[in-house]
């Protein structure tokens, strides 16, 4: 198999200096600098979630580098760069880390071979007789070598197939609190997000995109726009779905201004207008009726033989919600007629080359695919349908020769869709005489942005025509219910949708965890003891966070009149997380005062990512409980444009105090970006009940 | 006796010309219940969004027609003019931004508590409760009638609510209910009356 | 059209803009300093917030016509600052960010606040940092580095 090895130079490379020598090429990965700076390729972008940091370190460790010495870059789009289990390069399911911990530790350990073979070679002795520390191999006697004197000399060395990994008592890095690599350059202004990128001769395209989703335009009066200065071109360009209007100029006020004087008459006929109202009517409906089956287990009928006193039935909705990173999308194509140059802050770099060069007409390796550093995505820039690069490759073509920048304003960026698919949900809860859940009736309804795709994952993904990605939570359940009934509808809705930051965890956890902690509630139990007795018995990593949390939040007795606490728990991707909230009430909205949240990742990599990546997945899963926390749509078009209206949390409304407690653990980490974002939300709910007797199946919370 | 009656008249003359100092249309006094009308006019403007926005009786202001509270969390500040960091004139800027929709004018800042003309729902206080509170001096700056006439006819705050600026989608911000000549006049046919409150 | 004279982080700059220009889209696209950022355009989230004559300012709504004379620092220059010097460090100890986008406007009102008052309690901190919207959520490291910070100023 031959590896496309694309050789970027690193920023910092002076002209005249000898390059940097690859270990193992066609493999990329490493480049050891003969000033001894240490080069680690990371194979996702970053987003935020800490994976920029985490993966060096995993490799350094193994390599016994140096790690002050340490850069970390981003791997352009390249196969070699691909998910070692997923089989594409790719971020999201937060599987960086579980997927990619091998993979990192065999490269800084194969690096690490190379090395002391190379200077045990030198020195005419064994391997066995040396060792390393911070980018050094030590030899018999006083020997010893530098990793950037012997870095050329490995480099011509055959890869070994074989080799030994540290113990993990062994490690230095791996397991300890390290801060971010990219930390100092994000506080002093230096660090480049995609919308900073500046070549020569760039150009700047804003588009006038339809009001009403797949619209097209019918025709356009560009004379006003053109006659701002600065302004290179205006054109109708094709969408994914519909039609749109590129205004290309010099720079983004001009565009922007050249915009605003465009006049555009829009073809709307013939598509749908989807109205939220309408929709969660519909919705409402189809939930009264079975759909294709998720989980079907024990007696289905068991839930009509028990007594209504003992059943519950609840109704949930829930919301589009938009992405919003705060960094709104932008990337760049340049188009030379027989090649082509990307730069994307994407998390399917290859799948996103292969778009760009099938628009342009290339063949994917005549387009040289830079990824960029994202100002947050959350799974906005991991699309499906790569409509991004689409339409900015359309746009390239037609300028041709020189790069241009394509940019959603805040207002593009939330209007555009690729949304969190709204939600309702309905579920028959059967009560045993114990107070447990005996039978459980549950229909799911609300887009899929898998099925009827066509792409490889959906045959994974869709079976029996329900989207795993919409149940999930639901159908993977951990507590023990002998009878469940689970199916769902996916309507078609002319929206477009998309994986959003713990996807289908985040309703059907919601779900999930309020009617548990409402039994528990009914039941008379405190919900912690209720969750554990009622955990099927191979839930072992939900047990471990749900008993740690017992213990952590003690101060959950004895709170003050006036606060309230409430549970949720959840795993995603193998990482189980609990936590206990507690809150009032203050000027009608709740005021959380503290989160206690433990958590099982296996081996945390860098206790300083899990930390953050929780206390700030708590914060972004509360963004489903403020009052402006929804996307809605109005007769086709969508209501909210910026943050005024689609008001996510701001430091107020965030939890003062959030503790993060991580399970000790040896087993093999397992990925946090997504696990903490759906449990904040039914416990702040189950908290709201505790201290006013009252139920929220809606989201958002608009009024208390 | 020609000089006592010279006097007179010399009196009573000031006597007029100091009424026209006051109104310059009018040299007889308002009766009280056109006085209440001329109110009700100007109670009417000061209750318009254009200036009810930075009246509140809470620690934040409030913008737009429908009167929301202001975005971004922005709030009052010990002296009505925000919290360092977040200040009015962090985006408030000496003049209206058409061009970014954001309005501006001199010294942008809250009214103070004092000069609240809502309670604390947000909701607008009665045109009786808001002109006792105009008219009381201990609340409204220290503001005698010749006070409140040269402030609403200079103020530069008060002077913006008739050139209030663009928002971003190029729409001109709604203006009072009168425009500011016809806001002037009602104040001093009010002011001719004897500052005269409604029950 | 027209020519402005800029004071920026202490260096005179010249620039060629319509008046329109918000000083966000001229630091960023004119003087190439895309330390300020975009995140919303409307003065609601507070990415692009730099200082005029120290005042925090957000730049993305100030139009180039408005600034007249008063003195720019943006986040390229703010460690220069013996403040800013202090809070840049205290955001890097607490290990702060995690996207990044905001902080360049988080660590500007974080100066304005420690300027003006060095030791601010819970309360001025959440005020004066309630306008600067981070959807990381990375709010609980914030308040603890504008702490660390506090403690390092008399």
């Known amino acids: 198999m031959v590896s496309l090895y694309l050789d970027l130079p690193t920023s910092a490379q002076e002209a005249g200096q000898a390059p940097p020598a690859k270990i193992f090429p066609p493999d990329a990965f490493i480049h050891i600098r003969p000033d001894g700076k240490i080069v680690i390729q990371v194979n996702r972008v970053e987003v935020g979630q800490g994976t920029h940091t985490a993966l060096p370190m995993i490799l350094a460790d193994e390599m016994d580098a140096d790690w002050s010495q340490v850069i970390a870059e981003l791997a352009p789009a390249a196969d070699v760069y691909k998910d070692p289990l997923i089989g594409v390069q790719w971020v999201g399911g937060s599987t960086a880390i579980a997927n990619s911990f091998p993979q990192y530790r065999q490269l800084g350990a194969r690096a690490r071979s190379m090395l002391v073979q190379t200077a045990a070679d030198g020195w005419r002795v064994k391997p066995e007789q040396c060792r390393t520390a911070s980018s050094i191999v030590y030899g018999p006697g006083n020997r010893s070598a530098r990793y950037s004197d012997l870095a050329n000399e490995a480099a011509r060395r055959p890869i070994p197939d074989k080799v030994a990994l540290k113990n993990p008592s062994e490690f230095k890095l791996i397991g300890k609190p390290v801060r971010r690599l990219d930390g100092r350059a994000k506080c002093d202004g230096s660090h480049k997000f995609a919308i900073d990128l500046d070549l020569p001769g760039m150009l700047i395209a804003l588009v006038a995109r339809p009001p009403v989703f797949s619209g097209k335009v019918r025709r356009f009066d560009d004379k006003e726009a053109r006659a701002v200065p600065g302004v290179r071109d205006v054109f109708e360009y094709p969408l994914v779905k519909g039609s749109a209007v590129a205004v290309v100029a010099d720079k983004f006020w001009i565009a922007k201004q050249a915009r605003d004087r465009l006049k555009v008459d829009w073809d709307s006929d013939g598509i749908e207008h989807a109205d939220s109202s309408r929709l969660f009517a519909q919705y409402k409906e189809l939930a009264k009726t079975p759909g294709g089956v998720a989980v079907k287990r024990g007696d289905e009928t068991a839930i009509d033989r028990i007594p209504e006193s003992q059943r519950i039935v609840v109704e949930f909705e829930f919301p589009y919600l938009a992405h919003a990173p705060m960094e709104p999308l932008s990337l760049a194509v340049r188009f030379d007629g027989d090649s082509a140059e990307a730069w994307v802050p994407a998390q399917l770099p290859t799948w996103e080359q292969a778009a760009t060069a099938e628009v342009l007409g290339l063949a994917p390796e005549q387009v040289k695919f830079n990824v960029l550093f994202a100002g947050g995505s959350f799974g906005r820039r991991g699309l499906v349908d790569s409509h991004l690069v689409r339409e900015a490759a359309a746009i390239a073509k037609r300028v041709r020769g020189r790069p241009v920048k394509l940019i959603f304003t805040r207002e593009d960026d939330m209007r555009s869709g690729y949304y969190r698919p709204m939600f309702a949900h309905r579920v028959e809860v059967g009560i045993g005489s114990d107070g447990a859940p005996l039978a459980w009736r549950h229909v799911v309804v609300g887009q899929s942005f898998v099925k009827g795709t066509g792409v490889a994952m959906e045959a994974v993904l869709v079976k029996n025509g329900v989207d795993k990605l919409a149940v999930e939570g639901s159908s993977d359940s951990p507590y023990d219910i002998p009878n469940v009934d689970l199916t769902a509808h996916h309507p078609t809705v002319n929206v477009p949708v998309l994986s959003h930051r713990s996807v289908g965890y985040g309703h059907n956890s919601f779900v999930r965890e309020t009617l548990i902690e409402e039994l528990a509630d009914r039941a008379k139990t405190d919900p912690i003891t209720y969750r554990l007795r009622l955990l099927n018995k191979d839930a072992y990593k939900f047990r471990a966070v749900l008993t740690l949390l017992n213990e952590k939040a003690s101060w959950r007795t004895g709170l003050p009149a006036g606060h309230a606490v409430g549970y949720a728990c959840n795993q995603y991707n193998n990482t189980a997380c609990a936590c206990a909230v507690e809150l009032s009430i203050v000027n009608g909205r709740p005021k959380i005062h503290r989160v206690t949240v433990t958590v099982h990742c296996g081996l945390a990599v860098n206790p300083l990512t899990v930390e953050s990546q929780f206390q700030g997945g708590i914060g972004f899963g509360l963004t489903q409980v403020m009052p402006r926390g929804a996307v809605t749509l109005k007769e086709g078009r969508v209501e909210q444009g910026n943050f005024d209206r689609y008001a996510p949390p701001y430091i107020a409304d965030a939890p003062t105090d959030i503790d993060v407690h991580i399970v000790q653990s040896t087993e093999p980490p397992t990925g946090v970006g997504e696990a903490p974002v759906p449990i904040i939300a039914p416990a702040v709910v189950n908290a709201l009940y505790h201290l006013t007797g009252k139920r929220y199946r809606s989201l958002p919370l608009v009024a208390l | ?199 | 059209m027209a020519t402005y004279q800029l004071n920026v982080n202490g260096q005179r700059k010249q620039v060629d803009v319509d008046p329109s220009t918000p000083l966000l889209w001229v630091l960023r696209e004119e003087l190439k300093m895309t330390g300020t950022k975009y995140g919303c355009g409307i003065s609601v989230c507070g990415a692009c917030t730099v200082h005029l004559d120290g005042v925090a300012t957000r730049s993305c709504v100030v139009p180039i016509s408005l600034l007249g004379n008063r003195r720019i620092v943006t986040i390229e220059g703010i460690g220069s600052d013996p403040v800013g010097r202090i809070v840049q460090e205290a955001w890097v100890e607490k290990d702060v960010v995690q996207c990044g986008y905001c902080q360049s406007g988080q660590i500007m009102s974080a100066c304005a606040l420690l300027k003006a008052n060095p030791k601010p309690t819970d309360d001025n901190i959440e005020e004066s940092m309630g306008g600067n919207l981070c959807r990381c959520a990375a709010y609980v490291r914030i308040r603890q580095a504008i702490k660390d910070a506090s403690k390092h100023l008399a």
Not at chain 2, 158 to 174: D, E, F, I, S, Y
């Open chain 2, 1 to 199: 006796m020609v000089r006592g009656l010279l006097l007179l008249l010399f009196v009573g003359a000031c006597i007029v010309m100091s009424r026209s100092a006051f109104s310059s249309n009018h040299f007889k006094r308002q009766s009280k219940s056109d006085g209440l009308v001329a109110w009700q006019q100007v109670y009417s403007v000061l209750i318009s969004p254009r200036c009810i926005n930075c009246h509140t009786a809470t620690n934040y202001p409030q913008q737009g027609d429908d009167r929301h509270r202001h975005f971004a969390n922005v709030i009052r500040g010990p002296e009505g003019k925000g919290v360092p960091g977040l200040n009015c004139v962090s985006c408030h800027q000496s003049a209206n931004a058409d061009s970014t929709g954001v309005p501006g004018g001199h010294n942008w800042h809250l009214a103070p508590l004092s000069m609240r003309w809502q309670d604390e729902d947000d909701q607008p206080l009665s045109s009786a409760v808001v002109c006792h509170s105009l008219t009381d001096r201990t609340r409204n700056g220290g503001l005698n009638a010749s006070g409140l006439l040269k402030h609403n006819e200079e103020e530069p705050l008060v002077l913006w609510a008739w050139n209030p600026g663009r928002r971003q989608n190029g729409a001109m911000r709604t203006l009072p209910p009168l425009t500011h000549a016809e806001f002037v006049t009602a104040t001093r046919q009010w002011i001719d009356a004897g500052m005269p409150c409604p029950r």
